[in-house]
């Protein structure tokens, strides 16, 4: 078993807090590089996915987080209590203690908020460290490290705010784990339109509707209006300490004056809340939208609708109601394998071995282009071929964007997931929730049952996972009841 930071120096994080395997799937797929940086404005979830992590790491990892009072000292005791290790003297002595530990993930929350001296360490660990030890670093701000050089000689990979950012799928689970009604996918759509998936805002919004006992339609203008006071604050403390020139600047940005281009790319590496998107920069929009609340609002741009994908039960992909009618049985086959990788992806080739797989190259090649025509005109069909590459990718993969896919499946393995967690950690309650979600969203045979041969080893996964849920929570409510007996 793993050692691990002890669970009671962990954060608390939000009973309604849901596993995003995708955050933990790049920390871990990036296990290897030497710094791992999570660097995006305060409220991304950075805490969150640093702290899921260190509760389920991939090696042995300990956890710190700094504040303006760390020393180059207090850091090092830190780390080395993490670990277990004596009391290092210096850098070089923590560093020497590391040598024969196995492998090692040292996890730094808040290292923006660090003096120089002890940035200056941090930076120094990365370059000297030896090969055993890798490091997470969560920060608001890229000039923590040089982001940009690390990268560059393979040294650094960054998790920034828009990877952050919750997809339509989680914001889903996440209004489910909040237990409101979020069937709509509508109203996914424009929650996570109007936040740009900035956890934040999109959590709050999805928590007030839980307490005021609404849906999410028009959620975050309520949030919006009912907490702008709280709002003005939370940017307040995120500008103090910073540069009072650049403070200045992001506060004439947010209420919509002009800012030179030198001045918002600084205020983007600094982590304070503006997007580099489409060749320029902007400031985030529910930012922008809380603090211009008494200019005239503009009409908002308009949300792409995510689709709905049924794939338990019989297959079925509709938006707003309107169903996709494939063309071949096959497309609807591609389409549900697509939809059920870890990316929503896959490249031609792997698309042309598991539908073709004993057939001639050339003419399997050109059975699957044939196959992504029509299914670029089934989908073109609901949503138009001008809003279609906002949809799916036809390139060298074929690609999903699951921010705008909804998928039952994906939702039953993350609560799967999340179960499997849970019981792990010994929380009962929260695992018998996720398991009971999965068996409700899983109760119809994947695919109907029609499970072409390229999906067999997913669809006996899922199987074997729905069986283990239901197996538990059959244990559970016997020994429930058992219990009531006896008292």
């Not at 962990?10 to 849901?18: E, R, S, V």
């Not at 949030?223 to 540069?243: C, P, Y």
Request: proline share 4%; aromatic share 8%; with cysteine.
């Amino acid at each position: 078993m793993l050692e691990l930071t002890s669970r009671a120096k962990l954060p608390k994080l939000a009973p309604d807090t849901i596993r995003r395997e995708r955050i933990s799937g790049w920390l871990a797929d990036h296990a290897d590089v030497p710094l791992r940086l999570i660097a995006a404005p305060s409220g991304s979830g950075k805490t969150t996915a640093l702290v899921s992590y260190a509760a389920a790491p991939l090696h042995r990892a300990g956890y710190v987080t700094l504040d303006a009072e760390t020393t180059p000292q207090s850091l090092r005791a830190g780390i080395a209590r993490a670990f277990a290790f004596a009391p290092p003297e210096d850098d070089d002595a923590l560093l020497a203690a590391f040598e024969n530990a196995g492998r090692c993930e040292v996890l730094v929350d808040e290292a923006d908020r660090a003096p120089d001296a002890v940035r200056a360490t941090l930076r120094r660990f990365v370059y000297e460290a030896p090969d055993n030890v890798t490091f997470v670093y969560a920060t608001r701000s890229r000039d923590v490290v040089d982001a940009t050089r690390l990268v560059s000689l393979g040294l650094g990979a960054v998790l920034d705010g828009d990877r952050l950012a919750f997809t339509a799928e989680e914001a889903t689970r996440l209004a489910e784990a909040a237990r409101v009604d979020a069937a709509d996918e509508r109203e996914i759509g424009r929650l996570v339109h109007d936040t740009e998936g900035w956890a934040f805002a999109l959590s709050s919004a999805i928590r007030e509707s839980a307490s005021a006992g609404r849906s999410l339609d028009g959620a975050f203008d309520r949030w919006r209006r009912s907490n702008a006071r709280f709002m003005h604050r939370f940017l307040d403390d995120a500008l103090a300490g910073e540069d009072p020139a650049l403070a200045t600047a992001a506060r004439k940005l947010f209420d919509g004056e002009h800012v030179d281009e030198p001045t918002l790319d600084r205020l983007e590496q600094r982590g304070l809340f503006v997007r580099w998107t489409d060749g320029s920069f902007r400031p985030y929009r529910a930012v922008a939208r809380v603090t211009r609340a008494s200019a005239p609002a503009a009409s908002p741009p308009r949300a792409l609708t995510p689709f709905a994908v049924r794939l338990f039960g019989k297959p079925d992909v509709r938006i707003e109601g309107q169903r996709v009618a494939w063309f071949r049985r096959r497309d609807a086959q591609i389409f549900a394998f697509l939809a059920l990788q870890p990316q929503g992806r896959a490249r031609r080739e792997t698309l042309v071995r598991a539908f073709w797989p004993d057939a001639d190259r050339q003419l399997a090649a050109q059975s699957l282009r044939s196959a992504c025509s029509t299914m670029r005109r089934s989908l073109a069909a609901v949503v138009g071929y001008a809003d279609l590459a906002h949809y799916v990718a036809f390139g060298d993969e074929i690609a999903l964007n699951l921010d705008l896919f909804a998928i039952d499946a994906r939702r039953v393995r993350a609560h799967l997931r999340d179960a499997e967690t849970a019981w792990a950690s010994g929380d009962v309650t929260i695992a018998v929730e996720h398991d009971r979600a999965a068996l409700r969203l899983g109760r119809e045979e994947l695919l109907d049952g029609d499970v072409p041969a390229a999906l067999a080893g997913v669809a006996l996964e899922i199987d074997a996972a729905l069986s283990r849920a239901s197996t538990r929570t059959a244990e559970e409510a016997d020994e429930s009841r058992r219990l009531v007996a006896v008292s």
